[in-house]
């Protein structure tokens, strides 16, 4: 574990025993020795460790205060070094705590100013990347992570030469360049899990990095072995940033394969850690939620997940997205053409940034309810060149949906093989959301020339639409089956309208049953506690009965008819 070096010579016994804590993972205990080290010497590496103890203890304000008081004895005794890793350190954490980026940028110039009085050492290379991490695109990114590779070699810092070798392979993947970011990944990757990495914090980083590369790969398979292995991580050294990290991750994997109650479980879950320590991490989770309660049709309640977070990128797919679902096609398409600028004349020459990828598949869609067949194609041809790129099958999918969606009035045929390519590259996903709404494209294109395969596909995508629970789409399947003369069978699921309960009542009678409180239930549905109020009393009302327990057994007695 990297420990605060000397800059002084306080009470070494305290202090090696707090090291020593901090090395096997004993949060606690450090925090303990460190505590007791400042009572007998008020010193930085005092101040530091007990601050890197609170850190790990989810007490995050106390802990910067700590590292602060650090920053300064450092300074002071001269050790400039270990001052300037702190405040860069120190900056970054100011936008996870509370989304502030003007103290960033303050402890930054701090930072880079104290770099400016001594010659380069790995305490530049940690400054460097760190600043890159956030304030630069991932070109930038790039070349700084080089840079810092190259002076974690020359000093030996084998915790700094992997959290770059992370940095650049995100920053890789984020230019399309997915093979060579992935290798350096798992290169990353290997140093932490083999234990070559001895800092606890560096190597929560570097899952963080991996996690979020793997997503933005669309490398559905590859996010869940390391969230599984993140998880384990994190509940081994008891890391709640990296456990909320893992959820919100997860969340989205789950909400993209169509298990929507499991991803409204992870990331309800990641909004609460996050509310009790790093708070300003807690938007990327909300928003994977917003997005998620429009896929189920939830979209009262995704508007005020959405409220006051217009200005996050990380936004624009559940703005866009929301807008669609209400038929607001004109304001769906500026969002996201607001966020997709034109490319040069020369597209080839451009560079390909893998953001792009999930607002234009989004943008297909928008464009030809809008009906510029046009525009959609471009956008999907724009979407092929980036799956292509990237060389994930996710991706690849996506852009054979985009292609035959595009192409549906023109060619049927021509759209029906695209919709045969996509479900190709979805072998491994093929009980997934995106694998159900291409058999009911393949239905709808085959309705005309092939009315028996068109109803084979509609089945088998009904099917997946009922298992899903996306009740939307299973309407319109059921719709197109009825339309060719298929019948449709009754489904247990069909019912469901003749009871007197909204959707988000049914919610709240279950977590009833479960027995949790109103505070509780409000938490893991993210309204407030006076929602959840109202909800219950909606929910006896309408079932006749006259408390919690009555409704409890009454929700049990239902789920054993099933």
Not at 111 to 126: I, M, S, V, Y
Not at 159 to 174: H, I, Q, R
Request: some cysteine; hydrophobic content about 45%; proline content about 4%.
């Amino acid at each position: 574990m990297n420990t605060p070096s000397a800059a002084s010579q306080p009470t070494p016994g305290r202090l090696e025993l707090g090291r020593q804590a901090l090395r096997r993972a004993r949060w606690a205990e450090a925090q303990a020795h460190f505590a007791a080290a400042l009572q007998e010497a008020d010193t930085p590496e005092a101040h530091d460790g007990l601050g890197l103890a609170l850190w790990w203890l989810n007490a995050i304000p106390t802990s910067h205060e700590e590292r602060t008081r650090a920053y300064l004895g450092y300074k002071t005794a001269g050790a400039l070094p270990q001052a300037a890793r702190l405040a860069a350190w120190l900056a970054r954490e100011q936008v996870f705590l509370r989304a502030n980026l003007s103290a960033m940028n303050g402890w930054f110039g701090r930072a880079f100013r104290l770099l400016e009085q001594f010659p380069p050492c790995a305490e530049t290379g940690w400054v460097t990347i760190y600043h890159a991490t956030m304030n630069a695109a991932p070109a930038g990114q790039e070349q700084a992570a080089r840079a810092a590779i190259e002076l974690a070699r020359q000093f030996h810092d084998p915790d700094l030469e992997a959290f770059s070798l992370g940095v650049l392979g995100s920053a890789l993947v984020a230019q399309a360049q997915v093979g060579a970011g992935m290798d350096a990944i798992d290169e990353a990757m290997t140093a932490v899990v083999s234990g070559e990495v001895s800092d606890y914090f560096v190597a929560s980083e570097t899952f963080c990095l991996t996690l979020s590369a793997c997503e933005l790969a669309g490398d559905l398979a590859r996010t869940r072995h390391w969230c599984d292995s993140a998880q384990v991580y994190a509940q081994r050294y008891q890391c709640s940033f990296l456990s909320a990290y893992c959820r919100a991750t997860y969340g989205g994997l789950l909400a993209e394969t169509g298990r929507w109650q499991d991803a409204e479980a992870a990331l309800t879950e990641a909004i609460r850690a996050f509310d009790a320590g790093h708070y300003g991490l807690r938007a990327g989770a909300v928003l994977k939620l917003a997005d998620l309660r429009v896929l189920q049709g939830r979209l009262e309640e995704a508007e005020v997940l959405l409220a006051g977070y217009e200005d996050y990128g990380s936004s624009v797919l559940p703005r866009a997205r929301l807008h669609l679902a209400r038929g607001e096609t004109d304001l769906a398409r500026a969002v996201l053409e607001q966020a997709l600028p034109a490319l040069p004349d020369a597209p080839a020459a451009a560079p390909l940034a893998l953001e792009r990828a999930p607002l234009l598949r989004l943008l297909v869609e928008v464009c030809l309810a809008c009906g510029d067949r046009l525009a959609a194609q471009q956008a999907a041809d724009e979407l092929t060149a980036l799956a292509q790129r990237a060389g994930s099958a996710l991706f690849l999918a996506q852009a054979e949906l985009a292609q035959g969606q595009a192409r549906r009035e023109a060619d049927g045929a021509a759209s029906a093989a695209h919709f045969r390519s996509a479900l190709d590259h979805l072998a491994v996903h093929e009980g997934s959301l995106l694998a159900c709404r291409l058999k009911l494209e393949l239905a709808r294109a085959l309705q005309d020339s092939d009315r028996p395969g068109a109803i084979t596909w509609a089945r088998a995508a009904l099917a997946g639409f009922e298992r899903l629970g996306d009740a939307h789409e299973a309407a319109e399947t059921s719709r197109l089956l009825r339309q060719m003369g298929a019948p449709v069978a009754a489904r247990p699921a069909d019912g469901a309208a003749a009871s007197p309960l909204t959707a988000r009542e049914h919610e709240v009678l279950e977590l009833l049953a479960h027995g949790l409180s109103n505070q509780e239930i409000a938490e893991r549905l993210v309204v407030s506690p006076k929602t959840v109020e109202h909800h219950v009393s909606q929910v006896l009302g309408k079932l006749g009965l006259r408390n919690r327990t009555e409704a409890g057994a009454y929700y049990l007695s239902q789920a054993h008819k099933k």
